[in-house]
């Protein structure tokens, strides 16, 4: 089938959740967001935990980048840099950091370090002293956290793990944090920070009990819960589809559309994920993952979904008012000269890392981007 955007409602759609890794993807991306018909869309970096395979400490300057282009389009969460942790050096200290990436334009914090291949490299865990100045901060600067916690409790079980999940290295046996581990430390951080602004990414991974996600919502007030798939939430959500439904009504302000659209996928697989979103929020059919999907939504499974048919004004506060509350109703403006400052900081540290030239590196090559801009 080739899906059409076309028939659904007419209300503007920020994209809480898009990666954009490759500064030579930038047209892909613009031609993702038009085709999609995105209001917004946020970037999300990455931070390094694994420096023997990666190059780079994060993926700020790529955000930064765009961010100087198209400054009334892109929000962007920044990623921390652990490169004295991990390695040795001048990095600052994370609640620093918080400081310094509010400073250049980011408009909130993105972690992947509790996904638990990244939580395992990085060795901390979340209610160590060495996070408790970061997460302070970020609850008394009132910065939004898009924190991805755990996985699929499939990628535990051996005989659970979907193929594409083992492919990527998502199966964790005994030497990964547990979910119950990763969630127990988290859990700490919200007892503490009882004001941090989080946004869970992949509905904390809760789909498989409403119960469970409403008895987390009630202990956390500041909570939100982003539904970028995984494939298995929609279908646990289908599998239980009354009882989801009453819980996207009573927890409506709470809920944040994201995709997970990657700079380097196709159009036609990206606008596969809205498609099945948006088909999910706004009808009530049944239907099927199309094949255009990419791998991780394993459309090959045909598996039937069931749509909520939300009424408008909850889809208006999921596709977008939520996250305006959240993060600002538009984008925060990029401080260039502090944004060239950061990006040839870490291209320093990216020269270290990959062993090549510093002038070679991202950093510069954005930090070199920004100066070219018209005044």
């Not at 999609?36 to 970096?45: E, K, M, P, Q, V």
């Not at 023997?52 to 994060?58: F, I, L, T």
């Not at 996070?131 to 005989?159: G, I, K, M, S, T």
């Not at 791998?295 to 939520?322: F, H, M, W």
Request: charged residues 25%.
């Amino acid at each position: 089938m080739v899906v059409d955007l076309g028939d659904f409602a007419k209300i503007p759609l920020i994209d809480c959740h898009v990666h954009f890794g490759q500064l030579g993807s930038m047209k892909n991306v613009l031609d993702i967001l038009g085709a999609a018909d995105f209001h917004r869309i946020t970037l999300l970096s990455l931070a390094s935990t694994r420096f023997d395979e990666e190059k780079a400490p994060n993926l700020n300057p790529e955000a930064i980048a765009l961010k100087a282009l198209h400054p009334e389009m892109f929000y962007a969460f920044g990623g921390l840099d652990y490169y004295a942790v991990l390695r040795g050096g001048g990095t600052p200290h994370l609640s620093d950091q918080v400081d310094n990436l509010e400073r250049i334009g980011f408009d909130g914090i993105k972690m992947v370090e509790g996904k638990p291949d990244s939580r395992r490299a990085l060795g901390i865990k979340f209610d160590d002293p060495f996070f408790e100045d970061y997460f302070q901060r970020l609850e008394e600067r009132r910065l939004p956290l898009l924190f991805h916690v755990a996985d699929p409790e499939e990628f535990w079980d051996p005989n659970a793990v979907p193929s594409w999940a083992k492919r990527s290295g998502w199966f964790y046996d005994s030497t990964f944090p547990s979910k119950q581990q990763l969630y127990e430390e988290v859990g700490h951080v919200l007892d503490s920070h009882p004001d941090l602004r989080v946004i869970f990414a992949h509905f904390y991974f809760l789909s498989g009990s409403p119960e469970a996600a409403a008895e987390f919502i009630e202990n956390h007030s500041c909570v939100s819960l982003d539904i970028t798939p995984g494939i298995e939430m929609y279908h646990n959500f289908s599998a239980g589809r009354d009882k989801w439904r009453e819980f996207f009504m009573k927890y409506q302000d709470k809920i944040l559309f994201g995709t997970d659209i990657s700079s380097d996928q196709s159009i036609e697989s990206a606008l596969a994920r809205v498609w099945i979103i948006r088909k999910f929020l706004e009808t009530d059919a049944v239907f099927y993952a199309p094949y255009e999907s990419d791998s991780l939504l394993d459309a090959g499974a045909r598996k039937p979904l069931q749509g909520l048919n939300l009424p408008t004004q909850v889809l208006e506060k999921i596709y977008c008012e939520n996250f305006r509350r959240l993060s600002g109703s538009i984008p925060k403006r990029l401080d260039h000269n502090l944004a060239i400052e950061e990006c040839e900081r870490l291209a320093g540290e990216e020269a270290l890392m990959g062993g090549g030239a510093m002038e070679s590196s991202v950093g510069i090559a954005v930090a070199n981007l920004i100066r070219n801009l018209p005044h």
